[in-house]
């Protein structure tokens, strides 16, 4: 039985922000799925069933102690490169990508469920291994294999967004944890040197287009800067209060491709405006502090890295995702956090902020 004084300390205001992104984000899904001649219920219904099933699971997430994935964080870890790897076998392709395992109906994106997973081998790693004045180049190599074996998985895939994802990720935790500045400069410099490498020889042809149309959507405006352009299209003609729910001419008439997915706040600033979008973004906001300060209020090193890396998460989702929608980053396909259609992405959303819950009412027991 959970003891009932732990929720003295439950944290609320993250609740109700959650809630608030959540019904924004049905309402706005909703409105773009709507479109005459598609299943126009279909998408949003099984979106909503994610979202009861993930409320199910947030509240399963804080009634477990989260001390105990302390000690399974290295199985979950193995888990989840075990799924990454069987997606390459038995995987469903998608946009040239192989990155969904087929349940029954529905299928199961392993990536999703990889980033909470490498947050919390990572935690588990550096709550093992303290450094008091800051961490050296050598005792980062089991951090960076901790990241990279995933990152190489998902490349394969090919998922750039992914893998861009999980090493943006990795970069917070490790100023987080604080490292050495000579450490910190020369990985910065490695970067620096390593992008136009990874550029020519990581990248498949078509992820280079993606940089190519980013830079200059339009050197192709009919192929693949046309979903840049679109997108741009979208978030002008919403202006200042917006075009009104249901009425974005631009998902409607499908000019915006990936309008429930990629474009979903294409979607937002077209019927809701800049005010509508301003909102959104504002309760992001409120999220991201909420989470923030559970980890800064944590008293325990594994809950503060589990803590900020979900942040961290979340945070790198939102920024990669709206930059991609208003021009100013290439488009990667990751998704909004709360808004976009996608059932994994939902329900592990769901249980990052279990996760954070947790350990937010759990901070009195240390």
Do not use: C
């Not at 870890?77 to 392709?93: F, P, Q, S, T, W």
């Not at 919403?238 to 009104?244: A, K, S, Y």
């Not at 909102?279 to 989470?291: D, K, S, Y």
């Not at 990052?352 to 819950?357: D, I, R």
């Amino acid at each position: 039985m959970i003891d009932r004084r732990l929720f003295e300390h439950f944290d609320w205001p993250l609740v109700w922000t959650t809630l608030a992104l959540m019904t924004f984000g049905l309402v706005n899904l909703y409105s773009a799925t709507a479109n005459p001649g598609e299943a126009t219920g279909r998408l949003f219904m099984l979106q909503l069933g994610y979202a009861v099933l993930g409320l199910t699971i947030m509240a399963m997430m804080v009634v477990i102690d989260y001390r105990v994935l302390e000690r399974l964080a290295y199985p979950i870890y193995a888990v989840a490169i075990g799924l990454l790897i069987l997606v390459k076998v038995i995987g469903v392709v998608r946009g040239g990508a192989q990155g969904w395992i087929p349940i029954g109906p529905v299928n199961f994106q392993p990536i999703e469920s990889a980033k909470i997973a490498v947050v919390l081998a990572l935690a588990k790693w550096f709550h093992d291994h303290p450094a008091l004045h800051g961490y050296r180049l050598w005792e980062l190599i089991g951090p960076v294999v901790i990241v990279g074996i995933p990152v190489g998985l998902v490349m394969v895939q090919p998922d750039l967004g992914g893998a861009m994802l999980l090493l943006l990720m990795m970069g917070a935790i490790f100023l987080f944890v604080r490292i050495e500045t000579w450490t910190l400069g020369l990985g910065a410099t490695a970067a620096l040197i390593g992008a136009p490498v990874a550029y020519f020889v990581a990248l498949s042809p078509y992820q280079q287009d993606r940089i190519r149309v980013f830079l200059n959507p339009a050197i192709d405006p009919r192929g693949k800067g046309y979903n840049t352009i679109q997108s741009k299209i979208a978030i002008g003609a919403g202006e200042f209060l917006g075009r009104g729910w249901n009425n974005g001419t631009q998902s409607k008439l499908r000019f915006l491709p990936a309008h429930h997915t990629d474009f979903i706040f294409s979607v937002l600033a077209e019927e809701w405006g800049f005010v509508g979008s301003t909102f959104a973004l504002g309760l992001f906001f409120l999220f991201l502090f909420f989470a923030l300060r559970t980890a800064r209020r944590s008293k325990e090193r594994f809950g503060a890295l589990v803590s900020f890396g979900l942040a961290s998460m979340f945070f790198w989702q939102i920024f990669v995702n709206v930059g991609g929608a208003l021009g100013l980053l290439p488009v990667t396909g990751v998704t909004l956090p709360f808004f976009s259609y996608g059932g994994s992405a939902l329900l592990m959303n769901f249980v990052a902020v279990g996760l954070m819950l947790n350990i937010g009412m759990r901070r009195f027991m240390f």
